[in-house]
């Protein structure tokens, strides 16, 4: 890998889409195993400038900005809250803005680098409401004037907060005073609003890292209580992470993590996180160590100690810890690119645990009211629980499953009629397809190899080999199809992706189908919704543009975590649990019956919820329950 060429897979180019897709695909996982993504370093340079800008431009924002606290005396910014507090209105505001996660060629924009504000205040663009035919005056999916005003009132809110001087408040402790609570509030509540017109900005603020604070900062009047619920949010934020990655995903995410990181060079310690490359792409012994002794450990003790500790020495070895994992997780580039946060929590960490110090007097015992804590743990744990149990209610980002590999994601499939152009031509947006980004440098040849290395990557997870063997049953043949990462397309429809395949489900296509106007059988996404905590079955839907969900059903983690990422026994055992009546896949595989009507949940023709006890489980072979294809 050069510093401005890409790290090419082996073959000619021009060649890559005369190869059986499977084999493509094959290629490219075990490409990617030693060069990850493959792209030019000074993609990572990219975003060392951009690091480097937002600290300069935090570090200007807090010294100018507050009178009592010196620009160049760092030290007197010690223990004063207010720093914090501008520093993550800071963070935010790039946040919201699109400039922090889901910015730049790691999270597949090219030219322009940016969606975020690009679409958010342009009227006609895709708006997403998560209940439209539940809250009054958020009907439709086309972006309005109002809708852009409100974009920039928020935006507005957050400039506001950041260039006005503290204020002496009832919760003011110090000179340079805390920022003014009316503030703070309005920005809670503008930013609800907005989240009932489109989810996609409530999501990209990161609602569950910094609304709680910003609300508690907002409303209470002792300064201790505001540090507590600091404390508390990030330690809830850290024990997220780690419970979500128990389970079978988590060891896949750090295999294609690692594999990724730029500075990773060994090509035997990227072999060795792999139980036999090329053939066997499973997690090793050493993948697993280091996904649940280098993170879940990590994630689930040290957040307690910070929590509970009040021996000085304790406390600043577990800070030490802390800032080392967000540091390591900084240098490895996870696609999307959550750096800024990161960036935060590196000073974040000992600014509050040790400027705070729980032996002080900031320990969870000193809260002013035991009623302020339990408002606390509600707000800060039932989107977390329910996202858990229900995770089809909650999205994977407010249920604390960061880098989890436990997320809502899909597949998308487009016709190789000129079908996937129809994004281009049909939608108001402000960025074109990938295709056309990436062909402008490298050329169309180049650019469908790092697509669909993009698709590899989904099949070196979980779900994405369930979306393979779905679309191999319902494509008449994969070969008549570009294949993409649900992710990147989401990204051009949308202006930010983060992960989160609820931005790009069944009614995300249905407004796109309403501009684009396919034809049944042109656009085809395989979709799987987030494994919930207390079973292995995952549900997923098949949808045709042109059609709406034309299948349900769910299948086993267990038996997707055992295949190879191109799934050379065929499609997995799934289940079907409701079929669209008149519908047949059109795959050449060996197709299962819907559940009969009434076995199921839901209304007759179509069940709401197709969970895995909609169906009693009965004498397949081995065990498994009837009506499952098994390729």
Same mark, same amino acid.
């Given at each position: ?16 889409e005369?190869?059986?897709?499977m084999?493509?695909? *094959? ?12 792209? @030019? ?18 570090? =200007?924002i ?19 809250l ?23 060629? =790691? ?23 998560p ?10 999916d ?20 950041l ?11 110090s ?10 509030? $309005? ?11 489109? &989810? ?6 990161r ?10 900062f907002?409303?209470?009047? $002792? ?21 979500? &990655? ?5 060891s ?16 035997r ?23 649940h ?18 021996? @000085? ?13 967000h540091?390591?997780?900084? %240098? ?8 800024e946060w ?58 604390? *499953? ?10 998308m ?29 490298y ?14 990557f989904r099949?070196?997870? $979980? ?18 199809? *570009? ?51 207390h ?16 299948? =349900? ?65 009965? %004498? ?12």
């Open positions: 890998m050069g510093f401005k060429t890409p790290d090419m897979p082996p073959g000619d180019p021009a060649e890559f005369s190869t059986p897709v084999d493509r695909l *094959r290629m490219l996982a075990t490409h990617w195993t030693e060069y990850g993504f493959g792209g @030019p370093k000074q993609m990572h340079a990219l975003y060392i400038v951009k690091t480097v800008l937002f600290v300069l431009g935090g570090w =200007l807090v010294g100018v900005t507050t009178p009592g606290i010196g620009l160049t005396d760092l030290s007197a910014w010690w223990g004063e207010i720093v914090y507090e501008k520093l993550m209105v800071w963070t935010v505001l790039w946040e919201i803005t699109g400039h922090a996660a889901s910015w730049g060629p =790691l999270a597949f924009k090219f030219g322009p680098m940016i969606g975020g504000w690009r679409y958010w205040t342009k009227p006609g663009t895709l708006r997403l409401p209940y439209p035919g539940r809250v009054p005056g958020t009907a439709g086309a972006r309005s004037l109002f809708d852009v005003g409100l974009y920039l009132v928020l935006v507005a809110n957050l400039l506001f907060l260039v006005t001087p503290g204020v002496q408040n009832a919760a003011a402790y000179e340079a005073g805390l920022l003014p609570g009316w503030a703070l509030i $309005s920005y809670v509540a503008l930013l609800l609003v907005m989240g009932f017109r489109d &989810k996609v900005v409530f999501l990209a603020s609602p569950e890292q910094y609304a709680v604070c910003l609300l508690a907002g409303v209470l009047a $002792s300064h201790v209580d505001m540090v507590l619920i600091a404390k508390i949010a990030m330690v809830t934020i850290w024990l997220g992470a780690g419970v979500s &990655k128990f389970g079978h995903h988590f896949l995410v750090v295999q294609a993590m690692m594999s990724n990181t730029p500075w990773l060079t060994s090509k310690f990227k072999r060795s996180l792999y139980r036999d490359p090329p053939n066997d792409l499973r997690p090793s012994r050493t993948a697993l160590g280091w996904a002794v280098g993170g879940t450990v990590v994630e689930l003790t040290l957040p307690l100690v910070l929590l509970f500790s009040t021996n @000085p020495t304790l406390t600043w070895l577990a800070i030490a810890g802390m800032v080392l994992f540091v390591f997780i900084y %240098s490895t580039y996870p696609l999307a690119v959550p750096l990161n960036v935060l929590f590196v000073f974040v960490t000992p600014f509050l645990f040790g400027g705070f110090f729980a032996g002080d007097g900031y320990g969870v015992t000193d809260f002013s009211s035991g009623w302020i804590l339990a408002a606390a743990l509600v707000l800060l744990l039932t989107g977390p629980i329910l996202g858990n149990l229900k995770p089809e209610w909650v999205s994977f980002l407010i249920s604390m *499953r960061q880098y989890a590999g436990n997320w809502a994601s899909g597949t499939a487009f016709r190789m009629n000129g079908a996937e152009d129809k994004l281009d031509t049909g939608l108001t947006k402000t960025l074109r397809t990938q295709r056309q980004q990436l062909t402008d440098l050329g169309s040849d180049v650019a469908e190899i790092f697509l669909q290395k993009c698709v590899a099949s070196m997870h $979980s779900h994405g080999r369930a979306h393979l063997s779905l679309l191999q049953r319902h494509l008449d043949q994969l070969e008549n199809y *570009r294949l993409r990462e649900g992710e990147v397309v989401c990204t051009v429809l949308v202006g930010w992706q983060f992960g989160d395949g609820h931005l790009f489900d069944e009614r995300t296509i249905a407004a796109v189908q309403r501009r684009c106007h396919f034809e049944p059988g042109e656009f085809v996404l395989a979709w799987t919704e987030s494994q919930p905590i079973t292995t079955r995952v549900r997923y839907k098949v949808v045709d543009a042109a059609l709406g969900v034309v299948e =349900l059903g769910d299948y086993d983690v267990r038996d997707a975590v055992a295949e190879q990422p191109w799934i050379p026994n065929g499609p997995i055992p799934h289940r079907v649990t409701w079929r669209m009546p008149g519908y047949e896949p059109a795959g050449d595989f060996v197709h299962p019956e819907p559940i009969p009507e009434g076995a199921g949940t839901g209304p007759k023709n179509r069940p709401d919820d197709p969970g895995s006890g909609s169906r009693a489980e009965g %004498s397949g072979p081995e065990g498994r329950p009837d009506g499952m294809v098994t390729g």
